[in-house]
């Protein structure tokens, strides 16, 4: 006889993340095919409005895949992303507010629900970019033999540096698609300086965090970030 328990949330939510840790093969090739059909729908003006308009649904779809294929939570991984999303979204309120971080910016209608004058999924993003980065960092860079202080620093630095490369792939798409927008449509080098200083301590975080780094979708995710945004450049380039 089934018990009440059973039925419980919480044995729902350990149900959805087994079955997701168990098939991360078959939610990984889902989450690219997602990201290769909005990368086409984007680029094909007919449907550009409808894409656009799944954005969000893309984004939190995104994250959630993200964190229920998280294979241990701890107090520590949740502070983690307590603290990314906070530290990401305000600094965007003081950013758009104050034009001294990034630069003069304002947000669309595109990334949906705002707070502030700052979508809230500007913060779900920042935990998606500050994780799925420096997991690649922290899984691929073991074979570095330096003391652990220093090899978790440079880590840390080096991831700062890719999501400021990814960021730079994310520019030219958010502008055309209404994300956001610069004044006179120029992207200060500013932007680039004020997006390493704030993802470098939010790398460390992560690299310095004790909770147990096993998620295997994050490389996926990766992936179909590098996908969507490094294809979308070089379409703009050569086609659109």
């Known amino acids: 006889m089934q018990t009440e328990s059973n039925f419980s949330p919480l044995f729902l939510l350990e149900s959805v993340r087994f079955f997701i840790q168990n098939n991360i093969n078959f939610f990984g090739r889902l989450i690219l095919i997602m990201h290769l059909a909005g990368l086409l729908g984007l680029c094909y003006e007919p449907t550009r409005w409808l894409f656009e308009s799944a954005t969000p649904f893309n984004l939190t779809t995104s994250i959630v895949l993200l964190l229920l294929?998280?294979?241990?939570?701890?107090?520590s991984?949740?502070?983690?992303v307590s603290i990314t999303f906070l530290v990401g979204f305000f600094i965007e309120v003081i950013g758009v507010k104050t034009e001294a971080i990034f630069g003069a910016y304002n947000y669309g209608k595109t990334l949906g629900f705002k707070i502030l004058e700052v979508p809230i999924l500007i913060g779900i993003n920042w935990v998606m970019i500050t994780f799925i980065v420096n997991y690649f960092i922290s899984t691929y860079f073991n074979f570095l033999i330096l003391n652990s202080k220093i090899t978790l620093f440079f880590k840390s630095i080096?991831?700062?540096?890719?999501?400021v490369m990814i960021d730079y792939l994310i520019e030219p798409v958010a502008i055309i698609h209404d994300f956001w927008s610069w004044e006179n449509n120029h992207i200060?080098?500013?932007?680039?300086?004020g997006w390493?200083?704030?993802?470098?301590p939010l790398c460390m975080?992560?690299?310095y965090s004790k909770f147990e780094k096993l998620n295997k979708f994050a490389y996926f995710l990766l992936m179909a970030q590098l996908?969507?945004?490094g294809g979308y450049?070089?379409?703009?380039?050569?086609?659109?």
Do not use: D, E, G, T
């Open 69 to 75: 294929a998280q294979r241990k939570y701890s107090p």
């Open 77 to 80: 991984f949740w502070l983690f």
């Open 158 to 163: 080096f991831a700062a540096l890719l999501m």
């Open 188 to 193: 200060p080098l500013q932007n680039y300086i």
């Open 196 to 200: 390493f200083l704030v993802a470098l």
């Open 205 to 207: 975080l992560f690299q």
């Open 227 to 229: 996908l969507f945004f």
């Open 233 to 240: 450049n070089l379409l703009m380039r050569f086609f659109i």
